[in-house]
Every structure is written in C-alpha cells, then in structure tokens.
C-alpha cells in the first residue's frame, strides 16, 4: 500500500547539504586520525563501541523523528572526557568526530542488512551535533583538567562549561532540525522550533545529564563506567520507546477504523482520509502547532463516523448535497460517539460544530473540515485540474458565509501541490 | 489499621518496635549517631524524601516501585548502617495525601530495619562507610552488590509478607515477582552510581543519575496515559459500528473479555494476551460490510445473501490490517467463523489449521450470543449456554479452548449483559438475523 521509501529521492536542498557537512567533517576526522595515530585505543574502541549500540536502539518518536538517545549520550560523553580514572585524555575534536563517524555506521549496518534504510539527514544531524560540540569543547578539556586536579580540585568550573555547551549543542540541533522540517513540510519556522522544543527537550535532558555523568563516572570508575553509566537511560529509552509504540499504533488504529464507514457504504471510498490529508496540509499552512494538527487529523478521520448511527446510508455518502438539519444531526452523532472515549474532548468538539456556518465561530478545525470534506465530496479521489478548479470555485462562492476565507485562500495553494496526495 | 485481621497487626507492631528497638540499641550503646556526617545524610535524606514521595508506578499493580532505593542503596555507603536507616525513616514523612499513619510509620520502619540490615552486609564484607576515595571504587563494588542483595529481598519480603497478612493478594503473578526484582536490582546500581560520583561531583551525581529517571517516569506516565486513551478510543469506535444493531451492543467489549480470559487460562504471555483483547474487540467490524436489509429479512436467506454474511470477517480484516502491531490478532479476525470440524467460513479450516486466536475468539463469540437478547429470544442463562459449548466442543469449537472458558468462568464469573428493553418504536425494524448464535443458524434456501 505505502510507497516504497526512497531515501534518494525524497531528500531536498537542506538535507542534501547537511548530509554533505557531515561527510566532509566525516573525511577530515577519519584523514586526521589516520595521519595522526589514533590516541587512548582502547577508550576509542570502547567509546565507539556505546555509540555503535546506541545506533543500534535507535527508535522512531512521534512524528517520523528518528533519535538515538545511548548513541548521543555516549557521543557527549567522549567529547566531554577529561580523564579516564584519574589519567588525561588528550584526543582531539577530529578523533572525536571520526569514533563518532565510525560507530554510527557500525551502528547502522545492521539495520541495513535487514533491509531497513538509515534516515541519513537524521544520523548527519546527529554527527553534526556531536562534531560542533567537540570542536567547541576539546580545545578546553585540557585547561579544565588542570583545574580539577590542581590544589583547588574543583570540578564546578568544568562542569558548569560542559552544561552550557552541552546546551547549545542541543538548541543548535532542535533549530537545524526545526529548519529541516519546516522546509520538508512547509510548516512556519516558529511553529516549527517550538514543535521541536516540545517533542525533544525531556529527552535531550535525560541524554544530557547521562552525557556529563558518563565523563563524570569515567574519572571515579575507570572504563567500568562505561558498563553502569548505560542504566539510567536504559530505563529512560525503555519509556520512550513504548510511548512512540503506543503514538504510532493510535495513529494507525484511528486511520484504519476511520474505513469502516466506507466498508458500510456510507462515504465513497478514501473518503476519511483524503480530507484528513488535505485538512492537515491547510492546518500546516495555517500555523497550527503539532498537537493540534493531530487533533485535527483524529477529527478529520472520524469526522463522518456519526452516519453509523442512520440504519441506511445517504446515497453517495454527500454530506455536502444533504439538507443543513440532517447533516447536524450525523455531526453531533459522531460528537456523541467521540465523547465516549471520555480523552478526546476537543476532538469531539471539533466534529460536533464541523457544519456550521462562519457566523458561529466554530473553531479553526472545524471551519478547515467543512471545507476539506465539501472540497472532496466535490472532486472525490479525481486528479482532474478542471473539477478541482470547479469545486476550489464552488468554495469561493461560500466564503465568508459557509466558509472561511483563509481556509479556502490556503486550500487553493494547496490543492495543485498535493494533486499527486489524492491518489491515496 | 481497622479492618485488618489481629495477626496483621501484630506484624505490624512487631516491625515498628523492632525498628525503634535498632534506633534505641545504635542511640544509647557505643553513641553511633555522634559519628553520622550529617550535611551528607540529610542531603541524601531529601534525595529519599522526593523519590519516595513520586513513587514509579510500573506493570504490577500492587506495588509501587519508586526509586528511592537508589538513595537508601547509596546512604548505605556514604553514611553506615544507621544513617541508611535514618534514611529510610523519613519515609514517614512522605508527601502523599491520603496515605494514614500506620502504612507511613510501617513504610518508615521496614525501610529502617532494611538499611541496618544492608548496611552490616557492607560493613562484614569489608565495606568502610563513607566518601569512597576515587581510586578505590573497585574496593566498593561487592560490598556493594552484598548490600544490595540483602535490602532488595528483605524490603520485598517485609512488604509481601504485610500484603499477605492484609489478605490483599491472593496469587503473587510469578513473572510480574521477577520483573520487580530486576528493576530494583537496577535502581540499586543507581545507588552505586550516586556513591562513586559523591567524592568528585557530591550532590550533583545524585541530580546527574536521577534525571534521567524523572524522564524515564515522565516517559512511562505518557504512555500509560496513552495506552488508557487507545483503550477508550478502540472501545468508543467499536461500539459505534454496533449502535445500527440495537441488540449486539456492547458484544465486542464481552467477546474482547471472554476472549482474554481463555487467554489467561491458557497460559499465554502477556503480549499476546493484549493483542487478542484487541482482536476480540475488532473481531466484527467488517459486519458494517453486510446489508441492513440481509440482517431483518425474516425467514431463510438466499445463497447470496448468505455470502454477504460470509464476508464480514475478510472485511473486517481489510479494514484493522493498518494497524501493525496486531499482527497475530488479523489471522483471529479473519478465521473466528471457521469451526472445527471444517465447515466453517471464510476457508473451511478443520481443528489445528485454524489459527489460536480465531479458536479462542469462536467460543467467546458463541458464548455472548447465547448469552445476550436477541429479538426472537430471549437471553439464555450461563450454564444453558456451557452446556451448548460443551455440545459443540470438537464440532463447532476447539475443546481445549471450551473446557478453559469454562474454568475460567467457573472461577471468576460471568457478568452476562442486562435485560436490554424493547427498542423505542422509533428504531427501524429490528435485526433477526445474528450470524453468531449457534441456537439458531442462519437458514439458507438452495436457488436452484
């Protein structure tokens, strides 16, 4: 059903050239420490080792976003080393990108083998974090060390050096990847970097303690630190993956069940989720916030769920076309059915005022659903430029009534880029 | 404290006293406590206070886990026997509303009597209390593991013994037993971590180890709340495909039950157990597929008609087969029509071809329509309707998956739906025909 992912294809300008940074930092890392020598090889190895696993677990979070919490923490932990049970470290940033560069393909292959391909703007995002820190960082690491074992023996300065780096690092990143999204889904920057900040700031918290205590341990514990420093984030991926399980199966589970009007005959076929598409890409286009857009999405699957109460289906399943009163009615039917879940109260909402006119004030949802279930009840699954034309017509000639003007604005620059989406 | 048998109580007692009796003993003989480093143990004291007071709610349900062990586990080390048990005393003052005052000081002096206990271990095993030199970790580490080894298992058995005596459990799950035990097993390397840190970073490991947690707890909190949420949503979207038939409402919450008890009876593991109370629950949402009008036709179908019935279960397949962790549960689905002996729909599976979970979900299915108003009968009492699985145990249903139902219900009941009163006469003609009912088969007429 789904197409198959084409990791070439499918990347555009800003990925392309992050994907290209990382390989050209990739190459001076590995030249460097290949002319150089490689320092301390058994922490390399060891340090590579955690990254590769890390890669190995890596998990998909809410929102296709692929994170690799052990591999990053382990990657801050080695640009972080001052000493290894009480001895210097002394690699350089260039080493630290090419350990870094090594165990996350190491990492990867595994993946690779068994057919499941690398997100590579994701893993260059993260090297290129990784690299940015150690080159900010390594220059201090010796100075620093000097501090901590000098008569005063105090670690408060490099610790607070390493918190604040350690926090830029990760704001750099949540705004490169806030940029990379912003590009790909067309999303405003703002709303883009304020999704991201959500999405990631517990767990960049949790990599980040891990991080500093994984270089802390290192001077107390030797490599054993390695081995016990895992746990905490052990437990915290654990959580996480399990959230990311149960988000992606709700998804699922809502688009699959969003069908069973359509098996029933109530609504032409791809229906639901055709005006989910579309609602979501007008949503987008109008600056709503990640959760609201699923919010939107849920109500937009099951925005015609209300006509399972009619014993015989509407002919043709054309809200549009039917009188005012009974498409009230299916509305507040399906409002009903979604409240019973008891947690989707704005989503019922949503769907309990989606046929009312601009006057209400229904909310913004509610208003792009109309529309985007009258725009397909017009066009259906057809990609014929003049029908959509026709219907994008019909809608202008409700605005302002029916309609609100700036979902029909946003929908008409829609519709001719997500001409190929239909075909769902 | 009231309503508990006398013999708890006297556990109880026996536990505060024994603990006031260590504090009494470490106070007056040898003055012990003069020793304490108490900046450290009243750090670690709030480090205990915090964790105790959000406790980490895991899988099993009686018993909160939370991860004060890791700073009860630490105290052990940092500050000896009696400052581990000064610790664990402040569970008393724990910040959770509600919670009266006989399990706080029970909670206070088990914790207590568990830190004197671990930390002796320490202390035979050749373990020095206090501020680990960074050098000699190694040192630390079977101490360590010995301490920890006697806290864990004390702590669990004090508690189960409680839980026991207060008649609260009566089957302690196995498998949810060994899952704690690796969990605290893990918040007690925590402990370590938090000990071997403190000569470096002091209270800042603490802080550094326990960040990490919080999220982790966070992280779990998000998804319980989801997996309550999905629960909701999946129930609410199933009900829905059934309000067009005024009788079958609430059928698939029954079947999804009935079906996860035979499934607990069989002995299956916790991940199938889930998907199949999924399956049981989306086992006829292609039913929408069939005509209203196939249903209230009174009298014999054609063969046509019959077909359309015969389909439901591949509709219902083409519409859950989205949702990837299922899985195992579509092959339920789209089998829970085929019988034993083979005359089944949609394929005509016989006895071991027919996948697990379509056995399971047949005889669950079966059982609700026996046991639920139909408009041509009336409900049919739980031991009719036993007998008519027994009946049809090695024809129509797997008899393994018979004789476990029929356990199970014979353990823990049958809650069988209410008397559902006759529609209001504003509903269009009633349903007649439930493809499900065993007591009355469809009929079909031959067009030939």
Redesign the interface.
Same mark, same amino acid.
């Given at each position: 059903?789904t197409p198959p992912i084409r990791p070439w294809r499918s990347l555009d300008s800003g990925q392309l050239l992050l994907i290209c940074m990382a390989g050209l930092v990739t190459v001076a890392g590995v030249a460097h420490t290949a002319a150089a020598g490689l320092l301390d090889p058994p922490i390399a190895v060891g340090f590579g080792a955690l990254i590769a696993t890390g890669e190995l677990a890596r998990l998909t979070m809410p929102g296709n976003r692929e994170v690799a919490p052990i591999g990053t923490a382990a990657a801050l932990g080695y640009t972080l080393l001052l000493d290894m049970?009480?001895r210097q470290v002394e690699h350089p940033a260039l080493q630290v990108v090419a350990v870094l560069a090594v165990g996350m393909l190491a990492g990867a292959l595994p993946h690779l083998a068994v057919g499941r391909p690398p997100r590579l703007d994701a893993m260059a995002r993260r090297l290129l974090t990784g690299a940015l820190l150690a080159f900010a960082f390594r220059p201090l690491a010796g100075p620093l060390f000097d501090l901590t074992m000098g008569p005063s023996m105090t670690?408060s300065p490099a610790?607070g050096v390493m918190a604040a780096m350690i926090v830029l690092a990760l704001l750099t990143d949540i705004v490169v990847a806030a940029m990379l999204r912003a590009d790909q889904v067309r999303a405003a920057l703002a709303v883009a970097i304020h999704d991201e900040l959500r999405m990631a700031a517990?767990?960049s918290?949790?990599?980040a303690?891990?991080g500093?205590?994984l270089a802390?341990?290192a001077?107390?514990?030797?490599m054993?630190a390695l081995l016990?420093?895992a746990?905490?984030?052990l437990?915290?991926q654990?959580?996480?993956r399990? =959230?990311a399980?149960?988000?992606?199966? =709700?998804l699922?589970?809502?688009?699959?069940?969003s069908?069973?009007t359509e098996?029933?005959?109530y609504v032409e076929p791809g229906h639901s989720r055709r005006v989910s598409v579309l609602a979501v890409a007008v949503g987008r286009e109008l600056g709503m916030a990640e959760s609201e857009l699923l919010e939107l999405e849920y109500a937009a699957l099951?925005h015609d769920?209300g006509q399972?109460?009619l014993?015989?289906p509407i002919p043709g399943g054309a809200t549009v076309l039917t009188d005012r009163d009974q498409a009230r009615r299916i509305a507040e039917l399906g409002a009903e059915?979604?409240r019973?879940?008891?947690?989707?109260g704005t989503v019922a909402e949503v769907v309990r005022r989606q046929c009312e006119p601009c006057a209400d004030s229904p909310p913004m949802a509610s208003r792009i659903i109309k529309a985007a279930n009258d725009y397909d009840d017009l066009v259906g699954g057809s990609t014929d430029r003049d029908r959509a034309g026709a219907a994008l017509e019909r809608l202008r000639l409700g605005v302002t009534v029916e309609y609100d003007p700036e979902v029909v604005e946003a929908m008409s620059h829609l519709v001719d880029r997500l001409a190929p989406l239909n075909r769902l | 404290m009231r309503g508990l048998p006398w013999f708890a109580k006297v556990y109880l007692v026996a536990v505060i006293g024994v603990a006031f009796g260590l504090f009494g003993h470490s106070a007056l003989v040898g003055g012990r406590f003069d020793r304490l480093e108490w900046p450290t143990l009243l750090v670690l004291a709030l480090l205990f206070l915090v964790c105790e007071s959000v406790p980490t709610l895991l899988n099993v349900k009686q018993a909160a886990i939370s991860v004060s062990f890791s700073a009860a586990l630490a105290a052990v080390v940092l500050v000896g026997p009696e400052g581990a048990a000064l610790v664990g005393m402040t569970a008393v003052f724990s910040v959770r509303p509600g919670l009266p005052l006989t399990k706080r000081l029970f909670n206070g002096a088990q914790f207590a009597i568990c830190g004197y206990a671990a930390g002796w271990t320490f202390e035979l095993l050749g373990g020095r209390p206090g501020v680990p030199d960074?050098?000699r970790?190694d040192e630390l580490i079977l101490p360590f593991a010995g301490a920890a080894g006697v806290y864990v298992p004390l702590n669990f058995a004090l508690i189960a013994v409680m839980l026991s005596l207060a008649g609260q459990v009566d089957r302690v799950p196995v498998r949810g037993v060994a899952q704690l035990l690796v969990s605290y097993l893990?918040y007690a390397?925590?402990g370590?971590?938090i000990a071997?840190?403190w000569?470096?970073?002091q209270s800042?490991?603490a802080?550094?180890?326990?960040?990490?947690?919080f999220?982790?707890?966070?992280?779990?909190g998000?998804?319980l709340a989801?997996?309550?949420?999905?629960d909701?949503?999946?129930?609410?979207?199933c009900?829905?495909?059934e309000?067009?038939d005024y009788y079958t409402r609430g059928h698939c919450t029954r079947v999804s039950l009935a079906s996860t008890m035979i499934a607990e009876e069989i002995g299956m593991g916790s991940e199938r157990t889930r998907a199949i109370r999924y399956a049981g629950m989306l086992h006829d949402?292609?039913k929408?597929?069939v005509p209203?009008k196939v249903l209230q036709k009174d009298g014999p179908l054609t063969e046509e008609e019959y077909a359309a019935i015969q389909l439901h279960p591949m509709?219902g397949l083409?519409?859950?087969?989205?949702?990837?962790?299922l899985d195992e549960a579509f092959a339920g689905i789209m089998h829970h029509h085929e019988k034993h002996d083979g005359t089944g729909y949609p394929m005509g599976l016989a006895a071991e071809e027919i996948p697990e979970f379509a056995r399971i979900i047949a005889v669950a299915d079966a059982f609700d329509s026996i046991t639920s108003d139909r408009s041509y009968r009336g409900a049919r009492p739980v031991p009719v309707a036993i007998d008519q699985l027994r009946k049809g145990a090695g024809t129509q249903f797997d008899p393994e998956m018979v004789t476990a139902f029929i356990k199970a219900v014979e353990r823990a009941g049958w809650e069988a739906p209410g008397k559902v009163p006759a529609p209001p006469s504003g509903?269009?003609e009633p349903i007649v025909k439930d493809h499900d009912d065993p007591t009355m088969p469809i009929q079909v007429v031959s067009e030939r």
């Open positions: 059903m049970g009480g670690w610790l517990p767990l918290a949790a990599v303690a891990s500093m205590l802390l341990a001077h107390s514990m030797d054993a016990v420093f746990a905490p984030l437990v915290t654990v959580a996480f399990k =959230y399980g149960i988000r992606a199966t =709700y699922q589970t809502v688009r699959a069940l069908r069973v098996v029933g005959g099951m769920i399972l109460s014993s015989d059915v979604i019973q879940t008891g947690v989707l | 960074v050098d970790f893990g390397t925590f370590l971590l071997g840190l000569a470096t970073v800042i490991s802080v550094l180890v326990l960040l990490p947690l999220v982790a707890r966070w992280g779990f998000q998804y989801q997996q309550r949420s999905y909701a949503t999946i129930a609410a979207l009900q829905a495909v309000t067009k949402v292609g929408l597929g209203t509709r083409e519409i859950v087969r989205g949702i990837d962790f509903e269009a």
